[in-house]
């Protein structure tokens, strides 16, 4: 069974459209996570659920939305898709907050290219 | 606040070779150090981490990374590199004051045959 799973892993989609991106964890963690990697490998953590409360919202154009139905789901909709949000997306979870000693388990990853 | 700074973002080594990857942090209180590995098209993997207690930690795959206060420095080993060791190496700290945990920018390994 995968720990973190997203789903898609390939997405290719045009400029203006919208798009979601799914994550499920059966970890049973509290925490959750949306990372973005850019084309240099940089991982910025846009989004963070704490037990579906929002803990962490980074200076993320209002474009992006994270949903978290329970806290095993975390998903990221994203309106108006542009050019720049090409990149690979990240979710993650802990069984502590941002800040604990166990690290956090990733997903394999979503590959968005917008044309 | 905490930061954490990686020397080199490429390294090269020979098959064979010894694999050090540096990592230096800044952090106001005791931090919670971490090295995740990500392999081509994959998500990230845990490799090793350091809470508390011994400073050289080992993780998986060989290698190991020691905790030195003095330095703030947690530097990853391998005494011995792989052709399968090619990869993305992310040091990162956390520290359990905030809702904050800090990647590197990471380290690409290439290993020559």
């Known amino acids: 069974d995968t720990a973190v799973s997203q789903t898609p892993k390939y997405l290719v989609t045009q400029m203006g459209n919208d798009k979601s991106i799914k994550c499920e964890q059966n970890l049973g963690h509290d925490t959750m996570y949306w990372y973005k990697q850019d084309s240099k490998k940089f991982l910025k953590i846009m989004f963070s659920?704490?037990?579906?409360?929002?803990?962490i919202n980074e200076t993320v154009p209002n474009r992006f939305s994270p949903k978290s139905p329970d806290k095993a789901h975390l998903n990221l909709h994203i309106n108006s898709l542009e050019l720049g949000d090409s990149a690979v997306y990240f979710c993650?979870?802990?069984?502590?907050?941002?800040?604990?000693?166990?690290?956090?388990?990733f997903g394999s990853g979503t590959r968005l290219t917008v044309v | 606040a905490q930061s954490v700074t990686q020397l080199g973002s490429h390294v090269s080594v020979s098959e064979g070779a010894l694999v050090l990857l540096r990592c230096n942090y800044s952090?106001?209180?005791?931090?919670?150090l971490f090295w995740y590995v990500q392999y081509p098209n994959q998500g990230l993997q845990l490799l090793l981490k350091y809470t508390t207690g011994a400073t050289l930690v080992k993780g998986i795959n060989g290698f190991e990374a020691e905790f030195k206060k003095s330095e703030t420095s947690f530097h990853l080993t391998k005494p011995s590199a792989h052709m399968s060791d090619a990869a993305e190496y992310f040091c990162a700290v956390s520290a359990n004051t905030g809702n904050q945990f800090y990647f590197g920018t990471g380290t690409s390994l290439t290993v020559i045959p």
């Open positions: 993650a979870s802990s069984q502590d907050g941002p800040g604990g000693r166990n690290g956090y388990t």
């Open positions: 659920y704490n037990n579906k409360e929002l803990i």
């Open positions: 952090s106001s209180v005791p931090p919670y």
